[in-house]
């Protein structure tokens, strides 16, 4: 009877986890095959999943409306460039907070996390004015130094870094490895999983963004990908193949990405919530 039971919630468990991939998978399998339909087929009704005829139009559309391979590689450039730097920044300061003592540590911490409250749009206006008085608006720079580092990635990485055993670091001591050493030799391996989670989010999390690049660049040649594609969305008229088309190219990139690393980021995400 206990079998028959465990039998029975692990059929519904799969049949649950069925239905959940078919509502994420089935939209992003209707766009993709949509990108290759003809402008008839994707607005008539009622809609077809597939099209009555392959085309590649919407695609070349795209390719001669933007530069689309210099959209990807600012776009590649700045959340590569944001991920590395940020991932540098921020496990040396979580590496301080989680692993030494100095004073002042636990304010300077809450101040950190009160930044995850502040809004973007509230800072939006005087980081605009501070871009244009330094002279890096409207640049690469201009958009990977203010994304150098962040509060949620020093909070993550500081509760990943305090879960690792103390035994550890004082048998380095031991050895005569100093603080940096430490963070280099010791704490940097054994946190490959949340770097790399880490890494996933920040790299997804700036390669989408639109509002921050759009206000910080107003050069097509300095667009990222996601304000480029604004371009394609009028005022009173949506190119609706094109944009799905654009689309397409958009998320592929972070579609490769996230199935490369989905083992880490699921590993990284369950192991640094808590401590134990």
Do not use: C
């Amino acid at each position: 009877m206990k079998r028959k039971r465990i039998h029975t919630f692990d059929v519904v468990g799969t049949v649950f986890l069925v239905i959940i991939a078919l509502l994420v998978f089935v939209p992003l399998i209707w766009l993709v095959v949509s990108s290759f339909k003809s402008d008839i087929d994707i607005i008539k009704w009622p809609p077809a999943f597939w099209p009555e005829k392959w085309v590649t139009d919407q695609y070349k559309y795209v390719s001669d409306t933007i530069p689309v391979l210099n959209m990807l590689k600012n776009t590649f450039i700045f959340a590569g460039s944001v991920t590395v730097i940020s991932l540098i920044v921020d496990s040396l300061a979580a590496f301080a907070f989680a692993r030494m003592e100095f004073k002042g540590k636990k304010v300077l911490f809450s101040i950190i996390l009160l930044t995850m409250m502040v809004p973007f749009q509230v800072i939006m206006i005087p980081l605009y004015f501070e871009e244009f008085k330094l002279g890096i608006l409207d640049t690469l720079l201009g958009l990977i130094l203010p994304r150098a580092s962040g509060a949620y990635g020093i909070y993550m990485l500081s509760t990943f870094f305090s879960r690792i055993p103390k035994s550890i670091e004082e048998a380095a001591r031991i050895d005569g490895l100093n603080n940096f050493q430490i963070y280099w030799k010791m704490i940097l391996p054994l946190s490959k999983p949340a770097l790399i989670s880490l890494g996933i989010y920040h790299f997804i999390n700036n390669w989408n963004d639109l509002l921050y690049p759009m206000m910080l660049t107003s050069s097509v040649q300095n667009r990222t990908l996601s304000a480029g594609l604004a371009i394609l969305v009028g005022n009173n008229s949506i190119k609706y193949g094109p944009t799905l088309a654009a689309t397409v190219i958009s998320i592929l990139p972070m579609l490769v990405i996230f199935l490369m690393g989905q083992k880490y980021f699921l590993e990284g995400t369950a192991t640094s919530g808590s401590k134990e």
